[in-house]
């Protein structure tokens, strides 16, 4: 087994092991990428305040997340398709998270089921919704995600149409993948990976094949969003479809401060997440760390405020937290572990980040995440944007 000590080797691995259509469908943002770049550069513009003579020992990272016990408090961000990455991924990814006591959430658009997860699995996983112009498929998807004992609904508010990504284009991504001459010439070098796709026989949509009517291509990411995403998706709708939840409901995709006001008001979920999709969805919009403050401010402790976008490593973590997320979401350093290894590789991702976090903190001269603040970091001024005529 390769030695693991950061997120990048996983990612190198990834890149080598799986399909390139694969990959670059988790290492795409949209368009020019900007907001993809930002999302992880903007976090390097923080800085940590290196504190000394401070007792360190006995540290803690665990914390809660919706009621939820964690060992730290960072959930498994929904991706589509990550069965793709991995024969059999969201399965494995569950069961690593399980084991380490941090939460998965699965995407509508998973390769395994929500069923076959569930009975892969012991405790319970979120479930994320893409909603559908289908309302009886919608209603469909949260009647199979409860009684598969998913005890928390993320609904995504910022992927009613798809932002462009060129590579996927480019490469023609479907699930499985079509047999074109390149790639083949592909596949020919990438034999493991091939050689588990095709001992399982998870290798469409799960969620939807078999379950959804009237889809002209069920195996296209593109086709299905354009055709089956519900574009007339409103504030009286997630508050409908929380009420038919009628559990633990989770708003992702929040990146503006009216509208986690919105959403505080009109829905009144038990959780937000500041997202921009990692950068997938709208390019040229703010980064996630940068909007965060102006977020918490504006929902003032109604309820928790969690961060996705941009996190790589426990340092990226500390930061968010101190700079006022209640907890943080991460999907691409859990694909890049799943890509280059499966299980043991999405356990690896998150070994690195939960000792990033944990020396970094006591580095920062605090012992407990719960301690983080501001005061551990140095913020440069102006950080979260001077903008003319911008939402506050
Ligand atoms: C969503 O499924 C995405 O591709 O970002």
Request: charged letters at 25%; one cysteine or more.
């Amino acid at each position: 087994m390769p030695v693991i000590t950061e997120i990048e080797d996983l990612k190198r691995l990834h890149r080598r092991r799986a399909p390139r259509m694969f990959y670059d469908y988790a290492e795409s943002g949209s368009w020019t990428e900007q907001t993809f770049r930002e999302n992880s550069s903007d976090f390097d513009l923080i800085r940590l305040r290196q504190r000394v003579a401070v007792d360190m020992e006995g540290r803690s990272t665990a914390a809660r997340m919706v009621g939820r016990e964690v060992a730290m408090p960072v959930a498994l961000s929904p991706v589509g398709l990550t069965g793709m990455q991995h024969a059999d991924g969201e399965i494995l990814a569950a069961q690593a998270a399980e084991a380490f006591g941090v939460p998965f959430c699965l995407s509508t658009m998973s390769i395994c089921s929500i069923e076959d997860v569930a009975e892969h699995t012991r405790k319970p996983f979120w479930f994320q919704l893409y909603t559908m112009r289908d309302e009886e498929f919608t209603s469909a998807l949260l009647s199979r995600a409860r009684a598969a004992g998913c005890d928390a609904l993320v609904i995504t508010l910022d992927l009613q149409i798809l932002g462009q990504r060129h590579r996927d284009l480019k490469n023609g991504l479907t699930a499985p993948p079509k047999m074109t001459v390149p790639t083949m010439l592909d596949l020919s070098r990438r034999w493991a990976w091939g050689m588990r796709m095709l001992r399982t026989r998870r290798r469409f949509f799960g969620n939807i094949v078999g379950h959804a009517k009237g889809v002209t291509d069920a195996s296209s990411l593109s086709v299905w969003t354009a055709e089956q995403f519900d574009q007339r998706l409103d504030w009286a709708k997630v508050r409908r479809l929380a009420e038919e939840w009628g559990g633990t409901v989770i708003l992702k995709g929040i990146l503006d401060p009216e509208d986690a006001r919105r959403a505080v008001d009109e829905v009144g979920p038990d959780a937000i997440i500041v997202s921009n999709h990692g950068g997938r969805q709208l390019d040229g919009a703010i980064s996630s760390i940068r909007a965060l403050p102006g977020i918490v401010r504006a929902v003032d402790g109604r309820c928790e405020v969690h961060l996705d976008s941009g996190i790589r490593s426990g340092q990226d973590v500390l930061k968010a937290l101190a700079m006022g997320a209640d907890a943080c979401w991460s999907g691409r350093a859990w694909v890049y572990g799943l890509g280059a290894m499966g299980k043991p590789g999405v356990t690896a991702a998150l070994e690195v980040i939960l000792k990033e976090l944990d020396v970094s903190m006591a580095l920062c001269g605090r012992k407990d995440v719960a301690d983080l603040d501001r005061s551990v970091l140095l913020v440069p001024k102006g950080f979260e944007g001077e903008w003319e005529d911008g939402a506050a």
